[in-house]
Structures are given as C-alpha cells and as structure tokens.
C-alpha cells in the first residue's frame, strides 16, 4: 500500500515546488493595493461612489476612486453563487464586456494580469489589471495612466512589455467612469456564465 502511493505524493510534491506564488488586489485603506509574498504596492484612492447590479448569478459591485493625481479609478467586482461558473478565459471575457477585440498582454505577476485595451468607440488605450479569485470571481481595476499602472507592477518585480504611450484613456467625470458593459445577454446567453455541472446520482 505504502509503496503505490509512493509515486502520487511525489508528484504532489513536485505540483507543490513548482506552484507559482499568488498576489492579492484588493481595496484597503483608501487605496488599491496589490501584494504578492513579501513584495507589495498600492495607489492611493478615495472612494467617491459604489453601485451594485445583479444579472441573475452574478452580482457586480462598482467603486469608483479617486487618486490624489484627480483622475478616477474604477474597481469592480463580479462575482458568481455557487451553482455557477464563468466560461469564457479572462481574456476573452474582457473583450466581450469591454466589446473590444483589440488587447495586449503588458505584464503578468501572481495571477494578476495587465492589459492595454483599444476601445475604438472611446477612441483611445485603457490600462487594466484583472484578477481571477477561484471560479466564482474576477476584479478589475482600470483607469490607470501609464505612470500609475507602471506604481502598481514594478515594486512585484513583474516584467513590462513595452507601453502604448498615445491616447491613453485617463477618466475624470464620475458619471460615466464606468467603461465595463456588463448585461443580461453577455451574461446569460453569450454565455459569460453557466451552471455548473453536477455529477448524475440516478440509477
């Protein structure tokens, strides 16, 4: 018995060596702050304003912050109940809700991951950080000027591809900040989101 599971709890050993570190982005203090083992960041921000929405499985929590350079932040929270999964890969989640098919990966660090999105209705670059929790949540952060998203990255030692540096989408009016399109048909009949299976116990 000892020696069949000898060869499973060295495999879990060499998934446990190999396992890469996992960061943290969360709001905390009256600022964003991203934390990945002892390395961490933050960018100083304010709440100004917090809407929730539901779309059936998901619920979504918006904050919008302000900086102390007065350019917003949008920090916003989708998240799942337990019967429900997202089924789409991050990135291709942000091109449905971003309804942009236009994106480069600038930097990945700890599961968290930055991206410039071209939005051509907005007619500039939004710089992005989003963060997959488990299945059942993801966080974004966008709004940051180059500078501010380079505050965020560096001191986690992440590697940054080169930077788009024209026409880069700085937010300043609270009332339309929030550049996400999350809606009842992404969500449910794209679908962003699907029940997830449950294993047949019938005969």
Known sequence: MTLRLLP?????????????????MQL??????????TAQ??????????????FISLYLTQTIL??????????????LDSNHEFRQTVARTLDIVFESFQKRAVASVGGIEAYQIVL??????????????GIF?????????????????V??????????????ITLYNPDNAVLSKWDVI???????????????NGL
């Open 186 to 200: 992404k969500v449910r009949f794209y679908p962003l989101v699907g029940r997830i299976p449950r294993p047949f």
């Open 155 to 168: 001191p986690l030692h992440a590697k940054i591809a080169p930077l788009i540096e024209k026409n880069i």
């Open 8 to 24: 499973v709890l060295g495999v879990a050993l060499l998934l446990l060596a190999g396992c890469t570190p996992y960061a943290q």
């Open 28 to 37: 905390k203090d009256n600022a964003v702050a991203l934390q990945l083992e």
């Open 41 to 54: 960041s933050h960018l100083e921000a304010v709440p100004l304003k917090q809407q929730h929405t539901s």
């Open 66 to 79: 302000k900086t102390k350079m007065d350019n917003l932040l949008v920090y916003e929270e989708a998240e």
């Open 137 to 153: 949540n993801l966080t974004l952060l966008y709004g940051m000027s180059n500078a501010q998203l380079k505050q965020m990255l």
């Open 120 to 133: 051509p209705k907005r007619g500039g670059v939004l710089n992005l950080l989003v963060q997959e929790k």
